[in-house]
């Protein structure tokens, strides 16, 4: 199967403001084109033998697959979770004009 050249990554916050600072430091740094904040959302999940629910505000991450290893990277530096949701789904089809714009805008700025 050949490598997907696009991926969204999702992450999930407990709050906006922490959402808009990942998004804008992904963004910033050039690791993602662009990042929706979609919220809230009731999560409800098992932690340390409890479950557990909460509202959270989810950041999806419009990137390409050559910059994936430096975003979650980013995101778990950047992230006050212990165990960050940090997921990537391929992007099979998509416009090509869009496509072409995360190509650009995800691209290592070259320094001299």
Known sequence: MTE???LTVLTTT??????KALAGGAVDARLAA???????VISVYRWE????SGEEWQVLFKTTAGRYDELEAHLVAAHDYATPEIIATPV???SRRYLDWVSAE????ATL
Not at 14 to 19: H, L, M, Q, T, Y
Not at 49 to 52: H, Q, T
Request: glycine share 8%; hydrophobic share 40%.
């Open 14 to 19: 407990d709050s906006e403001e922490k959402a």
């Open 106 to 109: 995800t691209a290592p700025v």
């Open 49 to 52: 033998g409890a479950i557990e």
């Open 34 to 40: 662009c990042a929706q904040i979609s919220a809230p």
């Open 92 to 94: 099979v089809r998509g």
């Open 4 to 6: 997907p050249a696009w």
